[in-house]
């Protein structure tokens, strides 16, 4: 059984930073990961992902130069650090993953690519707010 389970979210004060983890159990992240986010009353927003392979990494703009992601050298936990939030960062926040390749800047920006992910965590609050 693959399960995906993020951990590291919560509240923080705008300005302040975040990691993100996602541990992998029954599977290895070979070929890419992802991170997505939702906030209130909006839909899944692509956030970040990360080749495998190549370590070739796509951020959504509104995160470039804020958000890092990453993995460990076991390739079980991706990582999403997260600097410098904004209160518009507010979002339930999941990683995602998949057994066969996919292509991050697809699974990312195109509407509804990211339904053929097969494997999601079931995501991680983090709340910006004074």
């Known amino acids: 059984q693959v399960l995906l389970v993020e951990s590291g979210g919560g509240l923080v004060q705008p300005g302040g930073s975040l990691r993100l983890s996602c541990a992998a159990s029954?599977?290895?992240?070979?070929?890419?990961v992802a991170w997505f986010r939702q906030a209130p009353g909006k839909g899944r927003e692509g956030v970040s992902c990360l080749h495998i392979s190549d370590g070739t990494t796509y951020y959504a703009d509104s995160v470039k130069g804020r958000f890092a992601i990453s993995r460990d050298d076991a390739k079980k936990t991706a990582f999403l650090q997260m600097n410098d939030l904004k209160p518009e960062d507010t979002a339930v926040y999941y990683c995602?993953?998949?057994?066969?390749?996919?292509?991050?800047?697809?699974?990312?920006?195109?509407?509804?690519?990211?339904?053929?992910?097969?494997?999601w965590g079931r995501g991680a609050q983090v709340t910006v707010s004074a």
């Open positions: 995602a993953a998949d057994r066969y390749p996919f292509p991050c800047q697809v699974a990312l920006t195109t509407p509804n690519a990211d339904r053929a992910l097969e494997y």
């Open positions: 029954g599977f290895t992240f070979d070929y890419a």
